[in-house]
């Protein structure tokens, strides 16, 4: 009986710790389930997750194996773009990555390889799942888009888009280019004549499970350069995204209604948000992110046009902010309602940003001003941990909360922010609850 006890609680405990430190490949579910359970208000997803693509790919590879039974062969088939009519020589390849996606998809185990050394241009695809097995797109070439803005005539929002696919990874030494330049120049932003319409996302991964993107680099999208939407599990590491300062709306990492998402190791400079997080998403975690140019890392825009919004759990941990222009933001637009929560920003470094800490709950970002509204997006329980640095206005600390939902339970730990050059760094705070402050210069 003694011994029967022991031997029950070794399993429980056991069964905890494969709960907390096993691959999530295996735990998708529990994670998200039990995580509030074990670990309270902060997301520890770090701890949850395995990081190493390595880890990933072992962990895929032995439900493989099992898949297989006792199959021998234990490498994957290679599907090369190239035999499928692929050229690479400045002519559409978007039928031969459609046929070669279609046989890589529905395939036992494969690669889809898109070998290095040339460029591949494509018109939009939708590459759509589900695939017979877990899948791997390895890009080392360079794939580019069409600049023909009629060929986005069926769908102007997307480029590349990866749907319904699970058990999925993407990596490789290769270039994704969005060759953006004509839909920069048509933007209302630029040419303020011009309508104001969307532009294409360059890579879409839509409702999606278990997936790692990793080691690529994006560059020069037409609009936001990765977004994943509806998607659960999901991995971004080793990510060079790239774009001028000054092109419009290219957000570099675009997380929405997504749950479970890792970002780290990503170096982001573009002309608008590094990482934007906006509704619907939870337990998302960005570290060792180094930004700029570009907006900084956001948490928003929330509640426009009078929406709901939910929020909560993000960490934002390690990053350097150079020359951007917010560092850490949240930002909701006036009229909106729900929450955006459980938010801690640590161990970050401001260099010559224009507003290192800032909460904007009257958010507008339209040629004409925004109305006074009274309901807004709740804001609660927001900690900066470890934020040090310069700032190139006067606004080092901007909390410019709403007046009839004040920003809640707002902690400043460690925060120490200085003019960069002549700026005297100043804090303002309208209707926030600080909750906790320790050695915070500059204060309100
Ligand atoms: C700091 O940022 C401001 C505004 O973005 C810019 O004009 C200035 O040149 C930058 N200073 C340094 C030293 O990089």
Request: net charge positive; proline share 4%.
């Amino acid at each position: 009986m003694h011994q029967q006890n022991h031997l029950f609680i070794f399993f429980i405990a056991f069964y905890l710790f494969s709960l907390c430190f096993g691959s999530f490949h295996e735990n998708p579910l529990p994670v998200s389930q039990y995580y509030d359970l074990f670990f309270g208000h902060y997301p520890r997803v770090a701890s949850l997750y395995t990081f190493r693509n390595t880890d990933f790919r072992s962990s895929m590879m032995t439900k493989t194996r099992q898949d297989r039974g006792s199959s021998l062969s234990g490498s994957p088939k290679i599907i090369n773009v190239d035999d499928f009519g692929a050229k690479g020589n400045g002519q559409d390849d978007s039928e031969a990555f459609e046929l070669a996606w279609k046989e890589a998809c529905s395939s036992r185990k494969a690669t889809l390889l898109v070998p290095k050394g040339r460029t591949y241009h494509l018109k939009p695809i939708t590459f759509s799942g589900p695939c017979r097995a877990p899948l791997t797109l390895k890009i080392n070439g360079m794939i580019k888009a069409s600049p023909r803005m009629s060929d986005y005539d069926n769908d102007r929002r997307h480029w590349l888009k990866f749907e319904g696919v699970d058990n999925f990874i993407v990596e490789g030494n290769g270039i994704i280019n969005g060759n953006g330049r004509k839909w920069w120049q048509n933007s209302c932003k630029v040419n303020k004549e011009l309508p104001c319409r969307g532009a294409p996302t360059a890579v879409t991964f839509y409702q999606c499970i278990n997936l790692v993107v990793a080691n690529l680099m994006f560059k020069n999208a037409q609009q936001m350069h990765l977004t994943f939407q509806k998607c659960t599990n999901i991995k971004a590491l080793n990510l060079r995204v790239v774009a001028p300062g000054n092109s419009p709306n290219t957000d570099g990492i675009h997380i929405t209604e997504t749950q479970n998402a890792i970002i780290r190791n990503c170096v982001i400079g573009t002309g608008d948000d590094c990482i934007s997080i906006v509704s619907g998403s939870r337990n998302v975690q960005a570290m060792d992110i180094t930004c700029g140019p570009g907006h900084g890392i956001s948490i928003g825009s929330l509640g426009a046009e009078n929406s709901e919004a939910e929020v909560s759990n993000i960490r934002v941990n390690r990053a350097l902010m150079s020359g951007t222009s917010n560092g850490v933001r949240i930002k909701t637009w006036q009229g909106g309602s729900g929450y955006a929560k459980n938010i801690m920003f640590q161990n970050i470094v401001m260099n010559n940003v224009s507003n290192p800490i800032i909460i904007d709950q009257n958010y507008c970002d339209k040629k004409e001003s925004c109305p006074e509204q009274n309901s807004a997006v709740k804001v609660s329980n927001v900690v900066y941990k470890n934020i040090r640095g310069t700032s190139a206005s006067d606004d080092a600390i901007k909390f410019d909360c709403s007046k009839s939902f004040p920003c809640q339970e707002v902690s400043l730990l460690g925060v120490h922010i200085v003019g960069q050059g002549d700026e005297v760094a100043t804090a303002s705070c309208e209707n926030v609850r600080l909750k906790s402050r320790w050695r915070v210069y500059p204060q309100c």
